[in-house]
């Protein structure tokens, strides 16, 4: 249930962390999640990234030289089936138990706006659209024998034949999850039991492998007694929102974090769509250009910018 977090404001220090795999399309969009974080004004003392061992040595020189960033660990990454689950190795850097929360992300998020007020006692996601449907989680829970899988009236899944309205209480979107650091250990070891056992009989995600990671975590919420406290959707946005001026209020109230997913270029600078609202389409501009000017003050321009040089 949601956890006033008042009584939070005075102990935050909250770690930031990505994993990063051998493919320049992810090793573009960590260092625009960098420069992101830092336009936020986040210590680089805060920020941690994982990376698979095999990005050649001139990413992490690059990362430490030019970005100036301090926390960086490297692994072997334990799955091709479904790649998103090897964002788990991101929580193996013990370092972050120093922390009082930890805000695992996907390299494809684009800080703009965030308070440390939405990290409080409980564990944090957005929602996701209910894929798997309802349907596949019954099936998972029969599977693991939890017990009756609870949900709640959603939109349907359009990829569902059935269209069923239901969704399980603790599906969310993967994208960017915080933990308070008092839950870390306990996530971190059932999360990647069920990592691995979905991994071992991936039928049972049918159609949703590439979800594994997403139901996994919501498994290990379920077997931990934990429910996700949901954040607004202004945490995760992207390029195809028309009506924008609620969430554009980046003053003291104002919350916004970007979802950019394929929009975005060879480059790796977000890229707009024609339905995408025009303040939105300014923000964009203007994040860019900012993102440009900081790859070429630090002199990281021509390896960032440059596909045959990311890889």
């Known amino acids: 249930m949601p956890t006033n977090s008042s009584s939070l404001a005075d102990t935050h220090n909250i770690a930031y962390s990505c994993f990063v795999d051998n493919q320049p399309r992810y090793i573009k969009q960590s260092f625009r999640f960098l420069f992101s974080l830092l336009r936020c ?56 138990y120093n922390f009082s929360h930890v805000i695992i992300n996907d390299c494809d998020k684009v800080y703009i706006k965030f308070d440390e007020k939405w990290a409080d006692n409980s564990v944090r996601a957005c929602k996701f659209v209910p894929r798997p449907s309802f349907s596949v989680f019954e099936e998972l829970f029969e599977f693991y024998n939890l017990g009756q899988a609870r949900f709640f009236l959603d939109h349907p899944d359009p990829k569902d034949e059935h269209k069923d309205p239901r969704n399980y209480v603790n ?27 979905l991994h071992d009989n991936i039928s ?21 007694g934990q429910d996700i406290n949901f954040l607004p959707k202004t945490l995760d946005i992207g390029m195809g929102v028309k009506h ?31 339905t995408t609202n025009d303040d939105l389409k300014t923000l964009i501009n203007q994040f860019n250009a900012e993102y440009i000017e900081w790859l070429n003050t630090i002199g990281a321009s021509e390896f960032v910018l440059n596909t045959s040089k990311a890889a």
């Open 41 to 96: 004004g986040k210590s680089l003392d805060n920020i941690f990234f994982g990376i698979n061992q095999d990005i050649d040595d001139t990413y992490s020189e690059i990362l430490t030289q030019c970005c100036g960033l301090k926390n960086i660990s490297q692994h072997a990454t334990f799955t091709t089936a479904s790649k998103p689950a090897n964002k788990w190795l991101q929580l193996c850097d013990k370092n972050l």
């Open 171 to 197: 599906n969310h979107n993967g994208g960017l999850i915080i933990i308070p650091s008092h839950l870390l250990k306990t996530v971190t070891t059932r999360w990647k039991h069920y990592i691995d056992t």
């Open 204 to 224: 049972l995600l049918d159609q949703n492998s590439r979800n594994l990671d997403q139901v996994a975590f919501a498994l290990t919420m379920e077997e931990t």
């Open 244 to 274: 924008f001026a609620p969430w554009l209020n980046t003053d003291s109230s104002g919350q916004l974090i970007l979802h950019i997913h394929a929009d975005e270029d060879e480059n790796g600078l977000i890229v707009t769509r024609d």
